[in-house]
């Protein structure tokens, strides 16, 4: 069995010789034991902290449009930056590994907040089919993946759904983002969540239109706690 092990160790070196695992950030080739990011990308990145701050700048996003018991992002998100092509990666260049790792480095933190240790269900905001067949994937489902393995709860696709197919929000002010989602989402098995503590999961959060629309469904369905965790925090200001 050991010898196994050793072949299996030297031909992943041999075949890292031949094809290099990259960075996603910065395209640096990646050692043994790293995995998506570099050792210097890892510790560079702009990470928020926002599980460590009650009532922070994305708790505030939710003040008086629907009740949030926590909510946070992993990093902040620039534009140009080099982190901004981890995101495009997990989107549209089928990086579900982005996802995942990413899920798990930021579930590593959450297990020990007050708020996020605590959920019972994760629930990754969902694509419209018509999207997810496109994609292959839904990639907020990749980072609840990572999530899963850190925190005592199980991740469930089979309460939340879209119901129409919208277009990009990107380019949308606030004001189109809400009526672009309000009537969007809805719930299947409204009575598994009643009493429960969800975790809204989703890939960045910028007016945090999408997240009340999903949770605003969520609290009409049944007695829920919600709070909310994304990879990344793209401020408007």
């Known amino acids: 069995m050991k010898i196994f092990k050793t072949i299996k160790i030297y031909l992943g070196d041999f075949l ?38 009650p009532g922070n700048p994305i708790e505030q996003t939710f003040w008086g449009r629907v009740p949030i018991e926590r ?18 990666l997990l989107k549209y260049k089928k990086r579900k ?28 905001v969902p694509l419209h089919p018509k999207k997810q067949h496109k994609r292959g994937y839904n990639q907020s489902e990749m980072i609840c993946l990572g999530l899963e393995e850190f925190l005592p709860a199980e991740m469930r696709t089979d309460i939340l759904f879209r119901k ?33 503590h969800i975790l809204l999961v989703d890939d960045v959060i910028t007016t945090g239109a999408t997240i009340e629309g999903c949770a605003q469904v969520l609290k009409k369905a049944a007695n829920v706690n919600i709070s909310v965790a994304t990879l990344a925090y793209a401020s408007i200001n």
């Open 97 to 124: 590994d982005v996802g995942i790792e990413l899920g798990r480095l930021y579930g590593a933190d959450l297990i020990n907040e007050d708020g996020f240790s605590d959920v019972d269900f994760i629930i990754p």
């Open 164 to 196: 129409i197919h919208t277009e990009t929000q990107t380019q949308k002010s606030r004001y189109e983002r809400w009526v672009n989602v309000e009537t969007v989402f809805g719930v299947r098995n409204a009575e598994l969540l009643e009493g429960k």
């Open 16 to 53: 890292g010789l031949i094809y290099p695992e990259l960075c996603a950030a910065c395209y640096a080739n990646l050692i043994q034991q790293e995995k998506v990011l570099c050792t210097k990308c890892l510790y560079d990145l702009p990470r928020t902290h926002f599980h460590k701050v």
């Open 71 to 88: 909510a946070a992002a992993f990093y902040f998100f620039k534009k140009a930056s080099k982190y901004q092509k981890l995101l495009h």
